[in-house]
């Protein structure tokens, strides 16, 4: 198994474009990976010292390990698309972790930048601290936002949770920012803290829990109230989210037990989406 630990050695404050990196590693040749320096092709040992070498193709190989040491946010698009293996971050990363990964894992020790796991289709990023906006939505100019795999954040996110959602889970332990489930198409979004206004907006259809939610966090005259309920399906929600994190479960079978109240919408959109808030 190939064990492999890249420290930052770049100059202060030069945005890195790390785009390059899952490429190389998937063709066994990590001392030729290129990656962009203020646009500008530069080798990644120009960067980085590399501790470890690669013993196959990871195409191959499937479960090596990577870690990134002294990470930052002048780092953009770590993990980008991530296929097999294990990715871990020991600091922050910038915009676009996790970008199109279809596969592996992704741990961020501390703060992640806009568009984390936008347009991701697989795998698991994992995110220790908070994550700024458009977390699982989508790329700039995508037609829609994550497409499957779990993104699991500690801390708070920001705007627009879920921008276009298509497939997937999304789990934030903290608070929300406004306009989250944006245009959601699919897929389940759970916050457990409070949330800022203006969520669901043009939701077709998908889930969205809010552990701490209320009915003015929704948009305005969007979503039309339909009882409160205590559902087979928010038990296996449930059960799911507990191999996540524990605390969520406990809080989610909590209210399981008594019911949640179910919104429907956005009925502006012809939307079918359910938003769970507590009874």
């Given at each position: 198994?190939?064990?492999l630990?890249?420290t930052?050695?770049?100059?202060?404050?030069a945005?890195?474009?790390?785009?390059?990196?899952a490429e190389?590693?998937?063709?066994?040749?990590?001392n030729h990976?290129m990656l962009?320096?203020r646009?500008?092709?530069?080798?990644?040992g120009?960067?980085?010292?590399v501790?470890g070498?690669?013993a196959?193709p990871w195409?191959?190989e499937?479960?090596?390990?990577?870690?990134i040491?002294?990470?930052?946010?002048?780092?953009?698009?770590v993990?980008?698309?991530w296929?097999h293996?294990?990715?871990?971050?020991d600091g922050?990363?910038?915009?676009?972790?996790?970008?199109g990964?279809?596969?592996g894992?992704?741990?961020?020790?501390g703060h992640?930048?806009h568009?984390?796991?936008?347009g991701?289709?697989?795998?698991?990023l994992t995110i220790k601290k908070?994550?700024?906006?458009?977390?699982?939505g989508?790329?700039t100019?995508g037609?829609?936002?994550?497409?499957?795999?779990v993104?699991?954040v500690?801390g708070n996110?920001?705007?627009?949770?879920g921008?276009?959602?298509?497939?997937?889970?999304?789990l934030?332990?903290g608070?929300?920012g406004a306009?989250?489930?944006?245009?959601?198409?699919?897929?389940?979004?759970?916050i457990?803290?409070?949330?800022a206004?203006?969520?669901?907006r043009g939701?077709?259809?998908?889930?969205?829990?809010?552990l701490?939610?209320?009915?003015?966090?929704l948009?305005t005259?969007?979503?039309a109230?339909?009882?409160?309920h205590?559902?087979?399906f928010?038990?296996?929600?449930t059960?799911h989210?507990?191999t996540?994190?524990?605390?969520?479960?406990?809080?989610?079978?909590?209210h399981?037990?008594?019911?949640m109240?179910r919104?429907?919408?956005d009925?502006t959109?012809?939307g079918?989406g359910?938003?769970?808030l507590?009874a």
């Amino acid at each position: 198994m190939t064990t492999l630990t890249l420290t930052y050695r770049g100059e202060k404050g030069a945005h890195v474009d790390m785009t390059g990196l899952a490429e190389a590693l998937e063709r066994g040749d990590i001392n030729h990976a290129m990656l962009k320096v203020r646009g500008l092709p530069v080798p990644l040992g120009d960067i980085f010292s590399v501790k470890g070498k690669v013993a196959a193709p990871w195409t191959q190989e499937r479960n090596g390990a990577l870690t990134i040491e002294a990470g930052n946010a002048r780092l953009s698009r770590v993990g980008y698309g991530w296929r097999h293996g294990a990715l871990h971050i020991d600091g922050n990363s910038g915009d676009d972790v996790g970008r199109g990964m279809t596969g592996g894992k992704v741990v961020i020790e501390g703060h992640a930048g806009h568009h984390a796991g936008c347009g991701m289709k697989g795998g698991a990023l994992t995110i220790k601290k908070s994550v700024g906006d458009y977390a699982g939505g989508n790329a700039t100019g995508g037609l829609f936002g994550m497409e499957g795999g779990v993104i699991h954040v500690y801390g708070n996110g920001g705007r627009h949770i879920g921008h276009k959602m298509r497939r997937g889970v999304i789990l934030i332990e903290g608070q929300g920012g406004a306009y989250g489930a944006s245009h959601m198409v699919a897929g389940t979004i759970i916050i457990m803290g409070a949330c800022a206004t203006g969520w669901g907006r043009g939701m077709r259809r998908g889930s969205l829990v809010m552990l701490q939610g209320k009915e003015k966090t929704l948009t305005t005259g969007a979503f039309a109230y339909n009882g409160v309920h205590a559902l087979p399906f928010l038990n296996v929600m449930t059960r799911h989210v507990a191999t996540l994190s524990k605390k969520c479960a406990s809080l989610m079978e909590k209210h399981a037990v008594k019911g949640m109240a179910r919104h429907m919408g956005d009925v502006t959109h012809m939307g079918k989406g359910e938003v769970w808030l507590p009874a």
